[in-house]
């Protein structure tokens, strides 16, 4: 990349971390999740050395559904006051996974376990387990290939709805988002112990 375009994705990368964080953290609860989630993803990271299925397992297993029950379950809906915004708005124009797209997702995962406990060979596909053990290291790598299609779909489906340098930060993004993640909320679950469930965002109407 030229210096030009080492600005541009910076900048665009800056944008999309911002955009998230003021639109779809305003719970100390989803906060507080999401840091459960980052430093249990950077653990994964370091466990891709040395088994990627069982990083996989701890990723999704403990990670993703930490993270996605923040959003799903605690994170506010309806109008958004802090950014003067619809949640129908929000939906829309996300850059990453919204609610919609989420449910398909984490419907996938949900099915992989079951699709390999009728289907051990995946239709001939694999060599199927034998015992327990096996049938997890099939299941990890499983759930690694649905997060990197999942991410890749993603960064060509943004590629071709606006532009290349927004999936690629976008794609960037997500697999950086466990270190800023650890950076932006590490204090949320002291806010939550003195009583604060949702963050009053005073920095967003300062930024603004």
């Not at 958004?80 to 609610?99: L, M, R, T």
């Not at 993603?154 to 690629?168: I, K, P, S, T």
């Not at 270190?179 to 920095?203: C, N, S, T, V, W």
Request: charged share 15%; proline share 4%; net charge neutral.
């Amino acid at each position: 990349m030229t210096t030009s375009l080492l600005k541009d994705f910076f900048k665009t990368l800056e944008t999309q971390r911002w955009d998230d964080h003021r639109l779809y953290h305003h719970s100390r609860i989803n906060q507080s999740l999401h840091l459960l989630s980052a430093v249990c993803f950077v653990i994964s990271y370091g466990l891709m050395f040395v088994d990627p299925a069982w990083a996989a397992l701890l990723a999704w297993t403990v990670s993703m559904t930490s993270r996605q029950a923040g959003h799903f379950f605690f994170e506010p809906r309806g109008f958004d006051h802090v950014n003067n915004v619809s949640d129908e708005y929000k939906e829309a124009v996300k850059v990453g996974y919204n609610i919609r797209r989420k449910i398909v997702l984490m419907a996938a995962w949900a099915g992989i376990p079951l699709l390999l406990w009728f289907q051990p060979s995946l239709f001939g596909w694999i060599q199927p387990a034998v015992d327990l053990t096996g049938y997890l290291h099939d299941v990890g790598m499983a759930w690694l290939a649905l997060g990197v299609s999942g991410l890749i779909f993603r960064v060509l489906q943004l590629w071709q709805q606006q532009n290349l340098m927004e999936g690629l930060a976008w794609g960037f993004k997500i697999i950086t988002d466990p270190f800023h993640d650890i950076k932006l909320y590490h204090r949320a679950p002291l806010f939550l112990l003195r009583g604060q469930l949702i963050d009053p965002m005073e920095h967003v109407s300062s930024h603004g």
